[in-house]
């Protein structure tokens, strides 16, 4: 498919509080992913490039023990292997992620 709503697509639970749209190709995988207030993914690595931006409210990414607190239009890149996680607070935040290679446990 070339277009798609990501309005109109199911979701997948990645972690309580924390669901994804996702949409994928043969090198990359899109992700549109809803954090409910109060919600923390803990820290993780995986092999894969990360490169995201918020588009409605503020979070808190922990990148290589760097912290901060990113609004929206603002942009994170976190290379493959590096350690990584976030926090939300008072409000609910919605964020785009793009992976490469694709998170195959991502697709459904």
């Known amino acids: 498919m070339y277009f798609n709503n990501p309005e109109d ?11 994804a749209r996702t949409f994928w190709g043969q090198e990359m995988l ?12 803990p820290r993780h690595s995986h092999p894969h490039e990360q490169v995201g931006i918020v588009i409605t409210g503020q979070i808190e990414f ?8 990113l609004h929206p239009g603002e942009v994170y890149v ?29 697709k459904y």
């Open 9 to 19: 697509r199911e979701t997948k639970e990645l972690l309580p509080g924390i669901v």
């Open 30 to 41: 899109a992700a549109v992913v809803d954090l409910e207030p109060h919600t923390e993914l």
């Open 62 to 69: 922990e990148v290589a023990g760097q912290v901060r607190v």
């Open 78 to 106: 976190i290379p493959g292997g590096v350690e990584h996680g976030a926090r939300t607070f008072d409000h609910p935040v919605k964020v785009m992620d793009v992976f490469s290679p694709v998170r195959e446990e991502y």
